[in-house]
Structure formats: C-alpha cells, structure tokens
C-alpha cells in the first residue's frame, strides 16, 4: 500500500502490509531509532508547552474529562511541532512517572483542584 494523502505523514510512502485474519497487518513496524525520536519530540514539546502555560497561569490538568485536559489544550497550540493529542498523553504519562513533572493541588480546602507543574518549579 502507498499513502496518497495524510496529514502529519509523508506522501507517496509504501506501507507494507500482510493480510492477516481478516485486516491488514503492516510487517515493517515503526520503531527503534524513529520511534524513539518522536517519543523524545513529545516530551522535550510537552515540557516547553507546560512551562510556558503554568508561568502564564494558564494551568492544565492530568484528568481525562477535565476541560483543561493537558495532551488536549497541547494538541491545539500552534507550536505543537506537528504532535497530536495521543503523542502528548503518552508523554505526560512517562514525564509524570519518570518525575519531570508532578500534580499540584490548589484553591481553598472545600474547593481542592489540581494541575500540572513542572517538576523543578518556577
């Protein structure tokens, strides 16, 4: 199969598929070195968007069904480098665990929310 059209793909590229019970599966996989890039453009992006959200009070959350939804507000800033909300998820989840970032609370005791920050502060 070729791409004839895409978004945030390159035109004209051959996928090779194999016809596996019923649906397509592609035989070469993206991963190792290429997969790995766009893993570290999510998080080194993730990173300059949520320090630059949070020292302008714009505060994202880590909750799916917030309307502040961190990987949401991310995927529609226009120096997002071309990432979407899934690569922006996966990466709030590895920088949370890994410790690059962390979940704050604040407002008043009976009106507790939370946010995202970076780890070091500002």
Do not use: N
């Given at each position: 199969m070729s791409r004839l059209k895409a978004n945030y793909a390159s035109i004209g590229q051959v996928i090779r598929v194999r016809w596996v019970d019923g649906g397509f599966i592609p035989i070469d996989t993206p991963g190792g070195i290429e997969h790995d890039e766009v893993k570290a453009r999510a998080d080194r992006v993730f990173l300059m968007l949520l320090s630059e959200s949070y020292a302008n009070g714009a505060w994202t959350c880590p909750s799916l069904a917030a309307r502040n939804f961190a990987p949401s507000i991310f995927a529609?800033?226009?120096?997002?480098?071309?990432?979407?909300?899934p690569a922006f998820q996966a990466a709030m989840y590895r920088l949370l665990k890994a410790g690059e970032i962390k979940v704050e609370t604040y407002g008043s005791p009976s009106s507790r929310r939370s946010r995202l920050a970076p780890a070091a502060g500002m």
């Open positions: 529609k800033h226009p120096d997002r480098d071309g990432l979407g909300k």
